[in-house]
């Protein structure tokens, strides 16, 4: 029940490391090295580095391998292994839409084989709440959940400035975040 917030992560505030020849990192959450992702909202779990959330992106090209950087114990790690036909983790195959949780305080090594392969780190430590679910509505309780879907078809979380409902504006390319203030953003690459 936090004030609501929203950030959009544009391509080209988001930064990209090269930890090992043939491995890029973007990095839309969580630190690594000197690549400092866009911040966090205000009111978000990753606002807090002590629990060491991170989203990255990783890419390998063939042949490449990366031993990940060790995290904490008491932090969960799960890799997402979604595209390429074959990799490893740890010296064993994986295969391509396959997820593996980690021990995040060991060496973890990823390596993509004949294919390139894109593999998605999702980290942090428990929140340690009860969690409610219902499509895009993440709450603790079922109730919460109730009313959240009651704002969302009564009031559209306050009212959608556009005639439409659906997210599209037409089939020209437009990128662009409107806030509650008034205020437009775009990127600077649009």
């Not at 990783?58 to 114990?73: D, H, K, V, Y």
């Not at 593999?119 to 709450?139: D, K, S, T, Y």
């Amino acid at each position: 029940m936090a004030e609501p917030n929203f950030s959009l992560l544009w391509s080209g505030d988001t930064p990209t490391v090269n930890p090992a020849n043939g491995v890029t990192v973007t990095t839309i959450a969580g630190q690594l090295g000197d690549a400092t992702p866009p911040s966090p909202p205000p009111a978000s779990w990753a606002t807090s580095p002590d629990n060491h959330v991170a989203v990255w992106h990783l890419t390998l090209e063939p042949g490449s391998t990366w031993t990940l950087p060790t995290a904490p114990t008491g932090v969960n790690r799960t890799l997402y292994f979604y595209a390429g036909t074959t990799g490893s983790l740890n010296g064993q195959p994986i295969a391509e839409n396959t997820g593996a949780r980690v021990d995040p305080t060991q060496a973890n090594t990823i390596a993509a084989n004949e294919t390139r392969s894109e593999v998605l780190l999702l980290q942090a430590r428990p929140i340690g709440e009860p969690v409610a679910q219902n499509g895009p509505f993440v709450m603790n309780e079922q109730s919460e959940i109730d009313e959240a879907m009651t704002d969302f078809r009564t009031t559209r979380f306050g009212g959608w400035p556009w005639a439409q409902g659906d997210p599209s504006h037409g089939p020209e390319a437009k990128r662009f975040a409107h806030f509650p203030n008034g205020a437009t953003e775009t990127p600077v690459d649009a």
